[in-house]
Nanobody, 124 residues
Framework: VQLQASGGGLVQAGGSLRLSCAAS????????MGWFRQAPGKEREFVAT????????YYADSVLGRFTVSRDNVKNTVYLQMNRLKPEDTAIYYC??????????????????WGQGTLVTVSS
């Protein structure tokens, strides 16, 4: 599976962005999908995950209530809708695919495939 993330950019605090992650290859619908982010000088951290069907989601406490993860298994795409953005959300955002059927999949090492990342910058 190859993943291509897009949708990042510069936004003011309080604004919104929607990230997309398009997958190539078959069996996209069998993978759990996750979003992670890495801010300058910090470790990569978990943001959100959605199970293979899209029926179950899980979020980091820092984004709960502001971000929504979803997927379209026909379009082979996973989304991250980010609302009420804060300067501390500034990071490179990565999408990833895991064949782990358990939910939620929170650990980066459980993800087999990674996108290249898309930069989100939130100005104050």
């Amino acid at each position: 599976v190859q993943l291509q993330a897009s949708g990042g950019g510069l936004v003011q605090a309080g604004g919104s962005l929607r990230l997309s992650c398009a997958a190539s290859g078959r069996a996209f619908g069998s993978y759990a999908m996750g979003w992670f982010r890495q801010a300058p000088g910090k470790e990569r951290e978990f943001v959100a995950t959605v199970n293979w069907s899209g029926g179950n989601t899980y979020y980091a406490d820092s984004v709960l209530g502001r971000f929504t993860v979803s997927r379209d298994n026909v379009k082979n795409t996973v989304y991250l809708q980010m609302n009420r953005l804060k300067p501390e959300d500034t990071a490179i955002y990565y999408c990833a695919a895991s064949d782990n059927r358990a939910h939620p999949v929170l650990v980066a090492t459980s993800y087999l495939f990674w996108g290249q990342g898309t930069l989100v910058t939130v100005s104050s």
